[in-house]
């Protein structure tokens, strides 16, 4: 399943916000009015979520976005869908169908792993002491739990769900971080790579975990932009 950014953007906000402040009030009316809102000025989704209109703009800015017109942009290419596993009308076939979905998948990925960039990406995780695990929505529950696994071997990482905060992030990295990311559509840096970095910036080193191979090309091409 594909998610749009906005979708992303938001959920890591709400996630990350303290219930009945300012940005979550803004993003739970956006999420639950998308249609609508589409149609709204500032002004108008100002009055329709009882703040100012200066408060939508560091709103905007807050989540890693330029402006409100970005904001419009992602709004009015959203979309809401799910795909099903199975159509079945049986809940227990609906259910088994979707149990042999995540085996096929486990053994697709056993016999897809390259075992030795593991056994790099094992060393390297040893050798750096600066270590950071992103993932976007699912894929940062995965990041979590790498993160907490590390802790009990004694290593130290670190993860952001706030998208800002993951920007701030990998704009500040040097080639003394080890960075590692989760995406397993392949679209992580479509929604996520830092709109700035400088070019006498040593770069950090890179482990993009993805299912989709063509984002390896898409990755060097998006790495060769900021050397």
Known sequence: MYWDKLIIVFLSELVSSDDGSTNCQ???????????????????????????????????????????????????????????????????????????????????????????????LAKDIDRYEKIAIFGLLKAETVAMNLQSDLLVLGKRAITKVPFKQRLEYLENTTDKDLIIIFSYTGIYFEHTFPRKIPKHQAKPKVYFITSDGNSVSILKIKLAQYS
């Open 26 to 120: 803004i993003a739970s009316y956006i999420l639950s009015h998308l249609d609508e809102v589409k149609q709204l000025n500032i002004s108008e989704l100002s009055k329709k979520c009882n703040v100012s209109n200066s408060s939508i703009s560091r709103f905007c800015k807050e989540i890693g976005l330029n402006d409100f017109t970005e904001l419009k942009e992602l709004i009015n290419t959203t979309s809401f869908h799910f795909n099903l596993y199975s159509n079945h009308q049986s809940i227990r076939t609906r259910s088994l169908d979707f149990v042999e979905k995540v085996k096929e998948s486990l053994n697709l990925v056993s016999e897809s792993l390259n075992y030795e960039v593991l056994n790099h």
